[in-house]
């Protein structure tokens, strides 16, 4: 059955900038929730009723209720933001959750962990790899982020990139949240923050064979972005290693099978940190 549970928000002080907070308690180790770029924290929403596990959502610097950052935007600036979250509420241990975007951060977290407080990472849709030239097409998304931003025409074109058929036929409610999303699509600091993901980021397949905590990597089975077997491919390269494909997802698997990716996650969680296991996926 679904979970319900009181939510506590509040804005954090960061390194990347002051973000805004949702948080839950729960049982078992503590997830920290960074969303893909163009969304807010409400991402993991439907994921959270179905996870028993303390969670904290935010929204990313740019996005949704967060402020933008004071400096150039760095993935080793959004780790040591996420960092200072855990810090400044107590968590001594977590799980780290990213789709897209928040897969690159948990990345860089997980390889820059002095206090030894990261246990795991779950990677959903994460663009491992960085193109040697850009795609016209992503030139075409960072210049309409910093131009046209709220028009419906462009929040429609990035709706169609991220999600698969069946979810834009089956679950229109899912992309309905995504379309409405005014505080991203209208915040002043979207476009640097768009940039940096998409143009000056580095690759991190050469890293991933250096993280040490055990790893589940989630594919969307219908994700042109990051084809399934591109993700296998990188997921290869991670020691310790758990693959996923999530069925009639495409780039945000989390969002778009919520109880599906759910039960995998939990089955992993229960193997890897003595967290309950599903007791059935009805």
């Known amino acids: 059955m679904p979970r319900s549970g009181t939510w506590h928000v509040q804005h954090v002080q960061t390194s990347a900038g002051h973000l805004f907070v949702r948080r839950r308690d729960g049982a078992g180790i503590p997830l920290l929730l960074w969303p893909s770029i163009f969304f807010d924290h409400s991402l993991y929403l439907g994921l959270c009723e179905w996870l028993d596990n303390p969670v904290i959502l935010l929204d990313g610097p740019g996005h949704g209720r967060s402020e933008g950052c004071p400096s150039p935007l760095t993935l080793e600036l959004c780790a040591k933001a996420q960092d200072d979250i855990l810090t400044t509420l107590g968590v001594r241990e977590a799980v780290l959750v990213g789709t897209s975007w928040g897969g690159l951060v948990d990345v ?26 850009p795609k016209l097409s992503t030139l075409a998304v960072v210049a309409m982020s910093r131009f046209i931003p709220t028009l419906k025409v462009f929040r429609e074109g990035i709706a169609k990139a991220f999600f698969s058929p069946q979810t834009r036929l089956r679950h229109p409610e899912v992309l309905q949240n995504f379309l409405e999303q005014s505080d991203t699509f209208a915040h002043p600091e979207l476009y640097p923050v768009i940039r940096s993901v998409l143009l000056d980021r580095p690759s ?58 759910a ?20």
Do not use: Y
Request: charged letters at 20%.
């Open 263 to 282: 039960m995998r996650i939990r089955k992993w969680l229960a193997e890897h940190f003595d967290s309950p296991a599903p007791a059935s996926d009805s």
């Open 108 to 133: 860089v977290h997980g390889l820059n962990d002095p206090s030894g407080r990261i246990r795991g990472l779950i990677l959903a849709n994460t663009p491992f790899a960085m193109e040697s030239r």
């Open 204 to 261: 991190l397949l050469p890293r991933l064979c250096s993280l040490t905590q055990p790893v589940l990597v989630i594919a969307g089975e219908d994700d042109a972005n990051c084809p399934v077997a591109d993700m296998k491919a990188a997921a290869a390269a991670i020691p310790d290693h758990t693959l996923e494909v999530i069925p009639g997802s495409g780039h945000i698997s989390l969002a778009e099978r919520p109880h599906e990716s």
